[in-house]
């Protein structure tokens, strides 16, 4: 169900927004535009300064995913999904049952919840299996996966959680520079 809030967020009204995409074949951040580039099927890193458009574009995927019957798809809020998964315990992952085919799952606002032991260990758990059934992922977050490892922010995980990532997903770096 799209809240409220978040009643606009379709591709239609989406602002053309200048951003760089990561090119396996050119191995670097090369400029698009989006909605122009933009595939709803794949799976996406955005990332980049606040107020970029990251949230508006994840809300318009999964408007687009839901109303199109593409996927099953799951969205959430980092920090109220890992809520959920800890008072389910490890095993709380298997309630979005990972293991069907055609899932895409969103999670916003990444990196944006305080640092635990527990927290890598959940987000390690969803993204190892998201990664095992090739399941579609799109992620928004304030910071690059440079500086999630740089700052460990999911503890000991960190690389093993940002590797999961970047085999996935396109990266796609909003305004701005790099902090």
């Known amino acids: 169900m799209i809240p409220e809030s978040r009643e606009n967020a379709t591709l239609k009204n989406y602002i053309t927004t200048p951003v760089e995409i990561w090119s396996d074949v050119k191995n670097k951040m090369v400029p698009v535009t989006f909605p122009g580039h933009f595939d709803i099927r794949n799976s996406y890193f955005l990332f980049g ?21 593409i996927f099953k798809t799951y969205i959430e809020r980092e920090f109220s999904l890992l809520r959920k998964m800890q008072e389910q315990s490890y095993e ?7 293991d069907q085919k055609g899932l895409h799952f969103f999670i916003d606002e990444f990196a944006d919840s305080e640092i635990s032991d527990d927290k890598g260990m959940h987000m390690f758990a969803l993204l190892d299996r998201l990664h095992e059934s090739r399941a579609g992922l799109t992620v928004t ?3 690059s996966l440079k500086e999630i490892n740089e700052k460990k922010m999911f503890g000991d995980r960190t690389e093993k959680i940002t590797w999961r990532i970047k085999d996935l997903c396109h ?8 902090r």
């Open 49 to 69: 300064p606040p107020k970029k458009g990251k949230t508006h574009l994840l809300w318009s995927q999964y408007r687009a995913m839901t109303e199109e019957g």
């Open 92 to 98: 709380g992952v298997k309630h979005f049952n990972l």
């Open 141 to 143: 977050s304030n910071w």
């Open 171 to 178: 990266i796609v770096r909003f305004g701005g520079t790099e």
